[in-house]
């Protein structure tokens, strides 16, 4: 298997989600409580952080833990547990959106945070039933195969967003399956409805990769992944 240099690798990830996020080393630091030298050090792989530091690092870059290990999640997804055991448990993410537009620009922003998971895109409400209870056109999945996670558009033609998200809750197969809903408005009597109903978290579009990132980082997701540092290396020089 392959030596990983996890300093190295927490430091390079961190160094791009702080570019991404258009701040500063010093304003990182600020942001973190820690000493501007000390984030130098740690972009540099120089440093080896508790696990304190790097959940007030993760904190302050408005990501999840994992997007910062991005290349050894990508080395345990395709070696497994053991080390010669594939992993089928990279969690694919639906998307039910009806609108193009609104859907270019969701992907957009997955593509500009480097977010890795794969995308599944249905555009109204009995399709995504469909697909998530694997019937009709997608009679050939399998259980194993249902996305944990639904980007839920709330305006949807024929069946609306809030009545797919009723049918997933009230389900036990799916009740599980975090829901992120997506709407046009911060409507409070909205929100407080879908989350009444079970939505996990909700984002006003048009939908941009530090919304999301900030929805996973409260759900404590671990699967949402970065790009290894290797493929991304032009961007940190911008």
């Not at 009597?189 to 579009?205: D, H, L, M, P, Q």
Request: charged content about 25%; overall charge positive.
């Amino acid at each position: 298997m392959k030596e990983i240099d996890a300093q190295k690798v927490f430091g390079t990830s961190v160094k791009v989600s702080r570019k991404l996020l258009g701040i500063s080393q010093e304003t990182l630091a600020e942001r973190a409580e820690l000493h501007r030298t000390y984030i130098s050090d740690v972009e540099r792989g120089a440093r080896n952080p508790s696990l304190k530091t790097i959940i007030r690092l993760a904190d302050a870059l408005e990501v999840s833990i994992a997007t910062l290990f991005p290349e050894a999640l990508k080395h345990w997804k395709t070696s497994g547990p053991r080390g010669g055991e594939k992993s089928e448990s990279f969690v694919e993410i639906l998307l039910v959106e009806d609108q193009p537009s609104d859907v270019k620009l969701t992907l957009h922003a997955f593509k500009k945070g480097r977010i890795a998971n794969r995308v599944h895109v249905v555009t109204d409400g009995w399709e995504a039933l469909d697909y998530l209870f694997c019937r009709k056109n997608y009679a050939t999945r399998t259980p194993a195969e249902r996305p944990l996670v639904v980007l839920l558009d709330l305006s949807l033609p024929g069946l609306s967003g809030l009545e797919v998200l009723r049918t997933i809750k009230a389900d036990k197969r799916t009740a599980t399956v975090h829901v992120i809903i997506l709407s046009g408005s911060g409507d409070e009597a909205n929100i407080a409805e879908c989350r009444r109903v079970g939505a996990s978290g909700y984002i006003v579009k048009p939908v941009d990769w530090r919304g999301f990132g900030s929805a996973v980082k409260k759900l404590d997701l671990n699967w949402v992944l970065l790009k290894p540092p290797a493929a991304i290396t032009e961007v940190v020089e911008i």
